[in-house]
T-cell receptor
Framework: DQQVKQNSPSLSVQEGRISILNCDYT??????FLWYKKYPAEGPTFLIS?????DKNEDGRFTVFLNKSAKHLSLHIVPSQPGDSAVYFC??????????FGKGMKLTVNP | DTAVSQTPKYLVTQMGNDKSIKCEQNLGHDTMYWYKQDSKKFLKIMFS???????INETVPNRFSPKSPDKAHLNLHINSLELGDSAVYFC???????????????FGPGTRLTVL
């Protein structure tokens, strides 16, 4: 029972263009959402988050959009850089200590 | 000065053996976690400890036993290892364990366990 879904396993974009990573969730109790970035042989690192009271949160080149009615969020990276190449995990939280993660999406940014 | 460290990084062992993975955080956080990333790449929480007390215990076989000697350490002991235990195990910590805005979880580099 996947409560957090990242349906596309991979995305390849050109340097300088926009990367859009999508995430869907099924549990309406989730009210806090996070994106983590993971390089090979390292642990995930926190990237950006959004509370359900907002529909957008921006941090430099990274913006997360939340559409509560569609139970959908997306991460936009503009402009994409080769160093952004990594696996991106979407995660959700419903007011407990427990984070529920998606299975990740591999982003490749080509120079 | 690694924030969350795990040892060993790689662990190869035979079925039926007992093994431990150690985790230490020097961030002064109150809450620590163990996650398992299986072959399908899902990161799933196994356990959470807050100040040495067990908070989350997902449906994990009782062959897995976490031990927290102090709030900076959370070790994972696995008895009678099975093939299906092969995975990458990540330790993490967070300041409060609430999962809320500033309570970010910091992950260790992972331990790749291979059971032959």
């Amino acid at each position: 029972d996947q409560q957090v879904k990242q349906n596309s396993p991979s995305l390849s974009v050109q340097e300088g263009r926009i990367s859009i990573l999508n995430c869907d969730y099924t549990n309406s109790m989730f009210d806090y959402f996070l994106w983590y970035k993971k390089y090979p042989a390292e642990g995930p690192t926190f990237l950006i988050s959004i509370s359900s009271i907002k529909d957008k949160n921006e941090d430099g080149r990274f913006t997360v959009f939340l559409n509560k009615s569609a139970k959908h969020l997306s991460l936009h990276i503009v402009p994409s850089q080769p160093g952004d190449s990594a696996v991106y995990f979407c995660a959700a939280n419903g007011g407990s200590e427990k984070l529920v993660f998606g299975k990740g999406m591999k982003l490749t940014v080509n120079p | 000065d690694t924030a969350v460290s795990q040892t060993p990084k790689y662990l190869v062992t035979q079925m039926g053996n007992d093994k431990s993975i150690k985790c230490e955080q020097n961030l002064g956080h109150d809450t620590m976690y163990w996650y398992k990333q299986d072959s399908k790449k899902f990161l799933k929480i196994m356990f959470s400890y807050n100040n040495k007390e067990l908070i989350i215990n997902e449906t994990v076989p009782n062959r897995f036993s976490p031990k927290s000697p102090d709030k900076a350490h959370l070790n994972l002991h696995i008895n009678s290892l099975e093939l299906g235990d092969s995975a990458v195990y990540f330790c993490a910590s967070s300041p409060l364990g609430t999962g809320r805005s500033t309570d970010t979880q910091y992950f260790g580099p992972g331990t790749r366990l291979t059971v032959l």
